[in-house]
């Protein structure tokens, strides 16, 4: 349990921007910063920062929070977990409880699977280090590839025994249960039951996840043996999902929005030369094929993709289809080519720092004309040939989303395939519509239910009719009125009353004293109201931060959505359009009474309906002259709130 002096120093501390900043491209707009959502793939920005407010929300998701919640959100992290990412984050010293045999398998699954990676790592790295077999093995094979000490204690390298059990005989000694060490891919069961190293003998390269935690593992064997795989990596895993991970770039990623450019590199060893000589902004896909998923990762950081290929023509030509989803997700890919034998790492090793750099930006050519160089190349002067490159590159060119942008690719290939522009996009805009074509018969046939089949026969053909989702119910008036009340609370509760000569009375235990007759229907308003109220007779006024930061997600949620505005007008509004928006400050008194007594009138409305279809039923004459009474009572109050109302917001 961290304590609230802890929790309160590591809100002080946090700045929401720089937190959400590390995941999320930012840029400011008036007194917010805005950028692509995290949570949905979406091409114009709907996420919003408000470091006044200490906010984010993303209106297409509809999530929002603190940086806690954001972390919690998008890492999947537990509360405490969030805390203790800031709190290492910011340097703050985090009182935790004495780790045990007993309490070290958490209840969470996902965080057992993460605790006994971040044991395999440093059993690695230690096994490296401090070993004879791994210094004289393992560490002599990273020296020999040219990486210092710092460089091999950033990336936690390391080394796995060259025997059966090394690990998993001192991780069970340890404490750490057999299910999370198979189950986490560092143990494998034998047919008997008993288990073993997965990688026996091998330098180890951890692969970290967005926010820095061991989630997965690679081994290279030093054998020469061709019977024996070169790399062992980690299986899927609950934390490991290899297509939405790109190694390196926790330790990339601020360089890749600093310099708003990733470089691609094909391995491990590629991102950890290239990131020792200075440049930093370099992950590596880790051998496989690059994924949509991947993609999006690097594009919440930058538009702009370098690929650093080595010399090896086949596996380039092998590459280039997959590259067209980097142009269908927006984004910019540029293609550097290295001298035959070198790749990244060979090159950036032999020749230092600025000849690198040099070379990437004397060579580095577009992909889109790249890939007509090379497919041109290999055509020669057969026009069949010729005719299939021309299509292959007009279909790289109709996945770029932008219509400028892809017209200008199309001058430049006209020029280089010798053909006439207007063919090209002729070509160009068949294959467009036949993509939406395409998209739309199959968008039909998701959402229309065949009207031949009767529910029954569907069921019997294992089919699931569809059901028209229902339209978004409006609003209720009372749900929306008891919402402005919280507003107010939130925005103007520990401000004083200026009003009919109030002396020494802060707005919310005003309004919680005026609400004292009035019940609340909406459960999560009902539960702000209950607890504003009882932070007040605790002698405290709770503002926005006290609610953004509760633990209730529900709470989160109601005070994020009342704070943040989606819109907000531009500060030469009134100069440009000569049209005035009152300013709810202007006139609190109207303001707070008027959500006050709308509130009131919209209860004692309910109430008035509810006598009236009494009195429609009801037979008895005694029982009538009662509910007749009720009724000319609350007349009178709702009358005398109408007065008020009028008197208030006219004056």
């Known amino acids: 349990m961290i304590t609230k002096t802890t929790i309160d120093r590591i809100m002080e501390a946090t700045d929401i921007v720089e937190v959400i900043g590390e995941f999320v491209q930012l840029k400011k707009r008036g007194a917010n910063f805005i950028g692509l959502s995290p949570f949905v793939n979406e091409k114009t920005p709907s996420f919003t920062v408000s470091p006044a407010k200490g906010i984010f929300k993303d209106f297409s998701s509809g999530k929002g929070g603190s940086a806690v919640t954001f972390l919690m959100e998008l890492e999947k992290f537990t509360y405490p977990e969030a805390l203790k990412w800031l709190a290492k984050k910011y340097s703050i010293e985090i009182e935790e409880t004495v780790e045990s045999k007993e309490n070290r398998e958490e209840d969470n699954r996902r965080e057992s699977l993460m605790i006994v990676s971040a044991y395999a790592a440093k059993f690695f790295h230690e096994s490296l280090l401090d070993t004879d077999e791994g210094q004289s093995i393992g560490?002599?094979?990273?020296?020999?590839?040219?990486?210092?000490?710092?460089?091999?204690?950033?990336?936690?390298?390391?080394?796995?025994?060259?025997?059966?059990?090394?690990?998993?005989?001192?991780?069970?000694?340890?404490?750490?249960q057999e299910e999370f060490l198979v189950d986490s891919g560092l143990s494998v069961k034998r047919d008997n039951g008993s288990l073993y190293d997965r990688y026996r003998g091998r330098v180890m390269f951890p692969i970290h996840s967005f926010t820095g935690r061991v989630i997965a593992f690679g081994g290279r064997t030093l054998k020469k043996d061709k019977n024996v795989p070169k790399y062992v990596n980690s299986p899927e895993s609950e934390i490991y999902h290899k297509s939405n991970v790109l190694y390196g770039l926790y330790f990339a990623k601020r360089a890749i929005r600093d310099e708003d450019n990733c470089y691609l590199v094909e391995g491990y060893a590629d991102v950890i030369s290239v990131h020792q000589a200075g440049i930093e902004n370099v992950v590596a896909s880790s051998g496989t094929s690059l994924t949509v998923e991947q993609i999006r990762l690097i594009g919440r950081l930058t538009k702009n993709i370098t690929i650093l290929y080595d010399g090896d023509a086949a596996g380039i030509k092998a590459s280039l289809r997959g590259l067209d989803m980097i142009l269908e997700e927006g984004l910019n890919v540029k293609v550097v080519l290295f001298p035959d034998g070198h790749d990244p790492d060979s090159f950036v090793q032999q020749f230092g720092t600025s000849v690198f750099k040099k070379h990437i930006e004397d060579n580095k050519k577009d992909f889109i004309l790249y890939k007509t160089d090379i497919l041109l190349k290999d055509a020669g002067n057969d026009p069949i040939k010729k005719a299939t490159v021309i299509r292959e590159?007009?279909?790289?060119?109709?996945?770029?989303?932008?219509?400028?942008?892809?017209?200008?690719?199309?001058?430049?290939?006209?020029?280089?395939?010798?053909?006439?522009?207007?063919?090209?996009l002729s070509e160009l805009n068949k294959m467009r519509q036949a993509k939406a074509k395409k998209d739309h018969e199959k968008s039909e046939k998701t959402t229309t239910y065949r009207p031949e089949l009767s529910p029954e026969d569907a069921a019997l053909f294992g089919e699931q009719p569809e059901v028209a989702e229902a339209a978004p119910q409006p609003e209720k008036e009372s749900d929306t009125q008891e919402k402005e009340i919280i507003r107010l609370l939130l925005l103007y509760g520990n401000k004083m009353i200026d009003w009919d000569g109030i002396a020494n009375t802060y707005i919310g235990p005003f309004m919680v004293a005026e609400l004292s007759d009035v019940e609340f229907e909406q459960p999560v308003c009902k539960e702000f109201l209950e607890i504003y109220r009882q932070e007040v007779e605790n002698g405290v006024l709770p503002d926005e931060q006290f609610f953004i930061h509760s633990q209730d997600k529900n709470l989160v949620d109601l005070t994020v959505n009342l704070l943040a505005n989606k819109y907000m007008l531009s500060e030469n509004w009134l100069e440009m359009h000569k049209i005035f928006v009152p300013d709810e400050q202007a006139n609190m008194k109207a303001?707070?009474?008027?959500?006050?007594?709308?509130?009131?009138?919209?209860?004692?409305?309910?109430?008035?309906?509810?006598?009236?279809?009494?009195?429609?039923?009801?037979?008895?004459a005694a029982d009538q002259e009662i509910l007749l009474n009720q009724y000319m009572h609350m007349k009178k109050v709702e009358k005398h709130i109408s007065d008020y109302l009028g008197s208030v917001i006219l004056k």
């Open 591 to 620: 303001t707070i009474l008027g959500a006050i007594f709308h509130l009131k009138k919209q209860k004692v409305g309910k109430i008035l309906e509810s006598l009236r279809k009494q009195l429609q039923t009801t037979l008895e």
């Open 139 to 176: 560490l002599s094979y990273f020296k020999e590839r040219g990486f210092s000490t710092e460089t091999i204690k950033k990336f936690e390298l390391g080394y796995s025994p060259d025997q059966w059990e090394a690990f998993t005989g001192q991780a069970l000694k340890e404490g750490y």
């Open 393 to 424: 590159i007009v279909e790289s060119i109709s996945k770029i989303p932008d219509s400028i942008k892809a017209s200008v690719f199309i001058k430049e290939c006209s020029m280089q395939l010798q053909i006439d522009e207007r063919a090209l």
